[in-house]
């Protein structure tokens, strides 16, 4: 009987509450660490703001004086800013997160996978404008053509930190003999390879669109479609969309201080403005929590066909410009760069046949 009654005992001490408090305070660290995750995930997914280009300049090329800079500086600043952000920005590189929160994000890594494919894009044609030694270019396409989702060393973030310090070399590096080259041929090149870049970029938009009669207004044959986008990667091009936008956006600021004399002797400044203000409009604030794929006039927007006519008019407007730009050759020197950062005033529009007039007369003085 003794042994049953010991037992009984032990049962009933296993039995007992006594540990049940060691969860409570496990709880409250759960709860904690995923509110903290839920906060550091939207503050991370926020997108950087827009860089002023003479700032890049004088962070990069460290000349704060008002003295017209060499060519390419401030499309080179402009490049090295855009790819320094995806490391300086909060929480870094996320595309290679392999924990919490940066895992469970995928707004904020399309959005950066866009920006490294304008970078990737543009690095050769920066190479290709160049009258100096492009060695240092090379260095830096090869390093950014690192995969962005590789974590261990070397990682991407070495690697785009590299492309970063080779960047800022070659901005350092430019002067009035190795300054970009002043005719506008591998200008337009890379004009119309962005034009290429932005129509593919309409067709993958467009794959999301279940809308034959929207699909019609924006010129896409539906033949010519990827592959339709499931509806959980809707969110991902979009954003990656957005992030292209983002840098093309600042690429052509730089230009704009670059080439100015190109633009006007080609007629084309109004053009790069235009499509400038373009690339503003598409990346506007999303105010919705979430991308909608909506249809025609109904209750909900479809937000990737808004930015699919955005991209197919800067693909138009591209090529307008590199067809513009080709072949001509620019004498004049830079302007003031303190000049050109401020924003454009508002002219009086004129009729088109007299605005032809006004330029033939234009480059008849010049000759």
Known sequence: MAMFRNRKRRTEVLERPEYGWIWKPLLVLLVIYLVVCIGLGIWWSLRPDSFDIQQAVVEWRGDETQAPLPRGVAFSSAL????????DKPGGLLRNDVAPPGVWLDNMPSWELGVLSQARLTVPALAAMSNGNAALLTDAETALDTDSEAWIHPSAEKRYALAVALLHDFTNNLSG???????????????????????????????????????????????????????????????????????????????????????????????????????????????????????????????????????????????????????????????????????????????????????????????
């Open 177 to 367: 003999s190795s300054a970009l080259t002043n005719r506008g041929d591998a200008l337009a090149q890379w004009l119309r390879s962005e034009a290429d870049r932005f129509e593919a970029m309409t067709r993958r938009l467009s794959a999301s669109i279940d809308d034959p009669e929207a699909l019609r207004e924006l010129g896409v044959d539906e033949s010519e479609l990827p592959e339709a986008t499931p509806w959980y990667r809707i969110d991902n091009i979009f954003f990656e969309a957005r992030g292209e936008a983002w840098a093309l956006m600042h690429y052509l600021r730089g230009l704009r201080q670059d080439y100015a004399p190109l633009f006007e002797q080609a007629g084309a400044m109004a053009g790069l403005e235009r499509m400038i203000a373009e690339l503003e409009m598409a990346l506007r604030p999303l105010w919705s929590p979430m991308v909608l794929n909506g249809s025609g006039f109904g209750i909900f927007a479809n937000h990737s066909l808004i930015l699919a006519n955005y991209t197919m008019g800067l693909s138009d407007q591209a090529r307008r410009l590199a067809d513009s730009v080709e072949g001509l050759r620019s004498a004049a020197r830079a302007r003031n760069p303190a000049l050109l950062s401020r924003p454009p005033t508002r002219r009086r529009r004129t009729p088109r046949r007299r605005r032809k007039l006004t330029v033939q007369k234009r480059q008849v003085i010049r000759r």
């Open 80 to 87: 090295t800013a855009s790819v320094d952000t995806l490391l």
